[in-house]
């Protein structure tokens, strides 16, 4: 089961994803982050039978708009660790982003001018919480899961490395505001299986690539760490990581330009598309 929220005359509805462009509307919740607040949503929504909408991709917004928390978890895929001249970690390390970073799937990203020197992609996939979850343990973690969906982790390498804000925390990186596409829709998991591609392409080169089961730390031993040090409630997202091949690391280094657009794609899950504008 696939579910969205979609916008539509001037607000947005929850909504069950029939095929690629069409809907069923689930009456009395403006988005899926608002839906996953009812312990009974996911039967809300199999036996949803609203109006039959069709929408295009220009029209989805962020999966979940505004979730309470967004933790992210840096260095979880081996290449990328070794890409950046890091030791594999015995835990996760974990930074923060504000729900104002997200935007729409397809939405443009609008890059303010003192921050568009070192703009970098990050294609990552997205875990979303569906019930509270406090000191889980790792083999009861997946009942928490509710679906997976595709998030770009926009990253302003100038922000997290270079003088003067320089600063061995990620967070100044990693939230830059109205940078982060989220969706293309949540993806409940009995209708996703691990260990097919995630790819992120910059104007149509594949610039990342690798499996999604090549985790360090899977869904669940996070979910874990995460809820031993504080909760996590329904609409909550974990963003799991991103692979090797990010322009900060590579020789020469590159960056995204004004007017490129980021794709990220993993199997199962669909994809998302962000133009990059500077102002």
């Not at 039967?43 to 979730?67: H, I, S, Y």
């Not at 926009?154 to 969706?183: I, M, V």
């Amino acid at each position: 089961m696939r579910l969205a929220t979609i916008r539509t005359n001037g607000t947005t509805i929850a909504a069950r994803v029939e095929s690629e462009n069409t809907a069923t509307t689930i009456e009395g919740f403006a988005n899926v982050g608002e839906l996953l607040q009812e312990s009974n949503w996911r039967e809300l929504a199999e036996n949803a039978a609203g109006e039959a909408v069709t929408f295009e991709n220009k029209e989805l917004d962020a999966v979940v708009p505004a979730p309470k928390k967004i933790v992210c978890v840096g260095l979880n895929y081996a290449n990328h660790i070794k890409e950046m001249g890091r030791d594999l970690p015995d835990t996760p390390t974990l930074f923060v982003k504000f729900p104002d970073a997200l935007i729409g799937p397809f939405d443009d990203v609008v890059v303010p001018e003192w921050a568009n020197k070192a703009l970098d992609w990050e294609g990552e996939m997205a875990v979303i919480i569906g019930k509270r979850a406090r000191r889980v343990k790792q083999a009861d973690a997946a009942e928490y899961i509710a679906g997976y969906a595709v998030m770009n982790d926009y990253t302003t390498r100038d922000f997290q490395y270079a003088a003067p804000a320089k600063t061995p925390q990620w967070h100044q990186g990693k939230s830059l505001e109205k940078s982060a596409g989220f969706g293309p829709w949540m993806t409940t998991p009995d209708s996703f299986e691990f260990g097919g591609e995630l790819a992120t392409y910059l104007e149509g080169e594949k610039v990342q690539s690798t499996p999604t089961n090549d985790l360090v730390f899977s869904p669940e031993k996070l979910i874990e760490y995460i809820t031993h040090i504080y909760p996590l409630d329904a609409g909550d997202v974990i963003v799991t990581g991103t692979p090797g091949g990010v322009g900060h690391a590579r020789n020469p280094q590159r960056y995204i330009g004004d007017g490129e657009t980021v794709k990220v794609e993993i199997a199962g899950l669909g994809f998302i598309e962000n133009k990059t504008v500077f102002e």
